[in-house]
């Protein structure tokens, strides 16, 4: 199989963070690629426990989605199981989830 790029939508609706997968599924094994995309924003992606090895942290400019890739496109590095981060910016935080599996 070859690797799936994952892009994550974030957005306000009606005054709200919303992601477009909040439950967003990759697997390991297959090399999958995640990458969080917006035409609004600044917004910060943390992890506490990051499925994506040393980096933690990934920062959306405002208008990233508009021109570039506002994240860098990444590999799941770590093992099985569910990494619950936060998206942070100018509507408040939310916390949806990266499942890895195999």
């Known amino acids: 199989m070859h690797p799936a790029h994952k892009d994550v939508r974030i957005e306000?609706?009606?005054?709200?963070?919303?992601?477009?997968?909040?439950?967003?599924?990759?697997?390991?094994?297959?090399?999958?690629?995640?990458?969080w995309v917006s035409d609004t924003g600044p917004w910060d992606i943390v992890f506490a426990n990051s499925p994506f090895g040393t980096q933690t942290k990934f920062s959306i400019p405002a208008n990233g989605g508009k021109s570039l890739p506002p994240t860098p496109a990444v590999p799941v590095t770590q093992p099985d199981g569910q990494y619950k981060y936060s998206v942070t910016g100018p509507s408040g935080t939310l916390d949806p989830n990266i499942i890895v599996k195999g």
Do not use: F, L, M, Q
């Not at 609706?13 to 995640?34: L, M």
């Open 12 to 35: 306000i609706i009606n005054g709200r963070i919303t992601v477009e997968i909040p439950d967003c599924p990759v697997s390991k094994g297959h090399g999958d690629i995640v990458r």
